[in-house]
Protein backbone atom coordinates (compact mmCIF):
# COMPACT_ATOMS: atom_id res chain seq x y z
CA UNK A 1 0.00 0.00 0.00
CA UNK A 2 1.25 3.62 -0.55
CA UNK A 3 1.85 5.05 2.94
CA UNK A 4 2.18 9.52 2.97
CA UNK A 5 4.62 10.92 4.40
CA UNK A 6 3.21 11.64 7.73
CA UNK A 7 2.46 8.02 8.26
CA UNK A 8 -1.09 7.04 7.01
CA UNK A 9 -2.02 5.08 4.53
CA UNK A 10 -3.10 6.53 1.18
CA UNK A 11 -6.64 5.84 0.11
CA UNK A 12 -7.76 5.24 -3.29
CA UNK A 13 -10.18 8.30 -4.56
CA UNK A 14 -10.33 7.42 -8.35
CA UNK A 15 -9.15 5.92 -11.42
CA UNK A 16 -8.98 7.16 -15.02
CA UNK A 17 -8.67 4.75 -18.05
CA UNK A 18 -6.44 6.58 -20.58
CA UNK A 19 -5.68 5.59 -24.53
CA UNK A 20 -2.15 6.75 -26.33
CA UNK A 21 -2.09 6.95 -29.36
CA UNK A 22 0.07 4.51 -29.49
CA UNK A 23 -2.49 2.59 -28.42
CA UNK A 24 -1.10 1.64 -24.60
CA UNK A 25 -3.81 1.88 -21.94
CA UNK A 26 -3.11 3.88 -18.82
CA UNK A 27 -4.54 4.20 -15.64
CA UNK A 28 -4.06 7.55 -13.52
CA UNK A 29 -4.90 6.64 -9.79
CA UNK A 30 -5.28 9.35 -7.77
CA UNK A 31 -4.92 8.63 -3.78
CA UNK A 32 -5.31 11.20 -0.71
CA UNK A 33 -4.32 10.98 2.51
CA UNK A 34 -6.86 11.43 5.35
CA UNK A 35 -5.00 12.48 7.74
CA UNK A 36 -2.92 15.41 6.19
CA UNK A 37 -4.99 15.37 2.89
CA UNK A 38 -2.23 15.31 0.45
CA UNK A 39 -3.02 14.37 -2.80
CA UNK A 40 -1.38 11.91 -5.18
CA UNK A 41 -1.91 11.07 -8.93
CA UNK A 42 0.28 8.02 -10.63
CA UNK A 43 0.01 6.64 -14.07
CA UNK A 44 0.58 3.11 -14.15
CA UNK A 45 0.24 0.37 -17.10
CA UNK A 46 -3.07 -0.94 -17.38
CA UNK A 47 -4.22 -3.45 -14.54
CA UNK A 48 -0.32 -2.89 -13.40
CA UNK A 49 -1.48 -1.36 -9.50
CA UNK A 50 1.04 -3.04 -7.68
CA UNK A 51 -0.72 -2.09 -4.64
CA UNK A 52 -1.39 1.47 -5.06
CA UNK A 53 -5.44 0.45 -5.66
CA UNK A 54 -6.60 -0.27 -1.53
CA UNK A 55 -9.94 -1.26 -2.24
CA UNK A 56 -12.55 -2.41 -4.92
CA UNK A 57 -12.78 0.69 -7.00
CA UNK A 58 -14.74 2.07 -10.11
CA UNK A 59 -12.54 4.26 -12.98
CA UNK A 60 -14.43 7.20 -13.53
CA UNK A 61 -15.40 6.35 -17.37
CA UNK A 62 -17.00 2.44 -15.87
CA UNK A 63 -18.63 4.70 -12.96
CA UNK A 64 -20.30 6.96 -15.93
CA UNK A 65 -21.65 4.24 -17.63
CA UNK A 66 -22.98 3.06 -14.48
CA UNK A 67 -24.84 6.30 -13.65
CA UNK A 68 -26.71 6.67 -16.70
CA UNK A 69 -28.20 3.03 -16.31
CA UNK A 70 -32.11 3.20 -15.74
CA UNK A 71 -32.24 3.82 -11.35
CA UNK A 72 -33.91 -0.18 -11.38
CA UNK A 73 -31.02 -2.03 -12.85
CA UNK A 74 -27.78 0.42 -11.86
CA UNK A 75 -27.77 -1.30 -8.06
CA UNK A 76 -28.37 -5.09 -9.34
CA UNK A 77 -25.58 -4.55 -12.40
CA UNK A 78 -23.56 -2.51 -10.00
CA UNK A 79 -24.37 -5.43 -7.20
CA UNK A 80 -22.94 -8.48 -9.98
CA UNK A 81 -20.30 -7.06 -11.69
CA UNK A 82 -18.56 -6.00 -7.87
CA UNK A 83 -19.66 -9.55 -6.89
CA UNK A 84 -17.62 -11.20 -10.00
CA UNK A 85 -14.74 -9.07 -9.29
CA UNK A 86 -14.69 -10.64 -5.70
CA UNK A 87 -14.79 -13.83 -7.11
CA UNK A 88 -11.51 -13.14 -9.59
CA UNK A 89 -9.75 -11.53 -6.84
CA UNK A 90 -9.65 -8.15 -8.81
CA UNK A 91 -9.76 -4.98 -7.52
CA UNK A 92 -10.51 -2.56 -10.32
CA UNK A 93 -13.97 -1.85 -12.36
CA UNK A 94 -12.91 -0.89 -15.94
CA UNK A 95 -15.24 0.01 -18.88
CA UNK A 96 -14.39 -3.51 -20.28
CA UNK A 97 -15.31 -5.73 -17.08
CA UNK A 98 -18.71 -4.45 -17.73
CA UNK A 99 -19.00 -5.71 -20.86
CA UNK A 100 -17.04 -9.01 -19.82
CA UNK A 101 -19.67 -12.33 -19.07
CA UNK A 102 -19.80 -13.52 -16.05
CA UNK A 103 -19.53 -16.59 -16.97
CA UNK A 104 -15.98 -16.96 -17.64
CA UNK A 105 -17.55 -18.23 -21.33
CA UNK A 106 -16.09 -17.24 -24.49
CA UNK A 107 -19.19 -16.35 -26.52
CA UNK A 108 -19.90 -15.58 -30.28
CA UNK A 109 -22.45 -13.24 -31.53
CA UNK A 110 -23.89 -13.75 -34.66
CA UNK A 111 -23.60 -10.68 -37.61
CA UNK A 112 -27.53 -9.62 -37.47
CA UNK A 113 -27.52 -10.38 -33.28
CA UNK A 114 -24.45 -7.85 -32.89
CA UNK A 115 -26.48 -5.63 -35.36
CA UNK A 116 -29.69 -5.49 -33.21
CA UNK A 117 -27.99 -5.44 -30.00
CA UNK A 118 -26.73 -1.64 -31.49
CA UNK A 119 -30.27 -0.85 -31.52
CA UNK A 120 -30.71 -1.11 -28.07
CA UNK A 121 -30.60 2.37 -26.22
CA UNK A 122 -27.40 2.76 -24.75
CA UNK A 123 -28.39 2.83 -21.15
CA UNK A 124 -29.45 -0.82 -21.33
CA UNK A 125 -26.92 -1.99 -23.92
CA UNK A 126 -24.13 -3.08 -21.44
CA UNK A 127 -27.00 -5.36 -19.32
CA UNK A 128 -28.53 -6.70 -22.03
CA UNK A 129 -25.16 -7.76 -23.52
CA UNK A 130 -23.94 -9.28 -19.99
CA UNK A 131 -28.23 -10.85 -20.16
CA UNK A 132 -27.66 -12.64 -23.39
CA UNK A 133 -24.23 -14.07 -22.50
CA UNK A 134 -25.29 -15.33 -19.99
CA UNK A 135 -28.34 -16.74 -20.89
CA UNK A 136 -26.27 -18.38 -23.46
CA UNK A 137 -23.33 -19.86 -21.35
CA UNK A 138 -26.14 -21.13 -18.84
CA UNK A 139 -27.55 -23.16 -21.71
CA UNK A 140 -24.12 -24.61 -22.70
CA UNK A 141 -24.87 -22.47 -25.90
CA UNK A 142 -21.73 -20.74 -27.44
CA UNK A 143 -23.39 -17.98 -29.81
CA UNK A 144 -25.78 -15.21 -29.47
CA UNK A 145 -28.36 -15.50 -32.34
CA UNK A 146 -31.56 -13.39 -33.13
CA UNK A 147 -33.83 -16.01 -31.67
CA UNK A 148 -32.01 -16.14 -28.41
CA UNK A 149 -32.75 -12.30 -28.51
CA UNK A 150 -36.32 -12.48 -29.05
CA UNK A 151 -37.07 -15.03 -26.58
CA UNK A 152 -35.27 -13.01 -23.56
CA UNK A 153 -37.08 -9.43 -24.67
CA UNK A 154 -40.21 -11.24 -24.54
CA UNK A 155 -39.73 -12.87 -21.06
CA UNK A 156 -38.35 -9.89 -19.44
CA UNK A 157 -40.32 -7.21 -21.64
CA UNK A 158 -43.36 -9.05 -22.87
CA UNK A 159 -42.30 -7.61 -26.31
CA UNK A 160 -41.54 -10.57 -28.73
CA UNK A 161 -41.85 -9.20 -32.34
CA UNK A 162 -44.13 -9.67 -34.40
CA UNK A 163 -44.34 -12.77 -36.74
CA UNK A 164 -45.72 -11.63 -40.29
Not at 16 to 23: M, Q
Not at 35 to 50: E, I, N, R, T
Amino acid sequence: MLTCGCGRWMHTEGIEERAYDDGALQWFIRSECRGCGLKVGVDVPAGQMHGLVDRLTWTDDALHRLERMPPYLAPLFRGEVEQDLRTRGERVVTYDVLLRPRTGERIEWDAEAERRLDRVPAPVRAMAKVELERTAADRGQTRITVALMEELKAKYFGMAAQKS
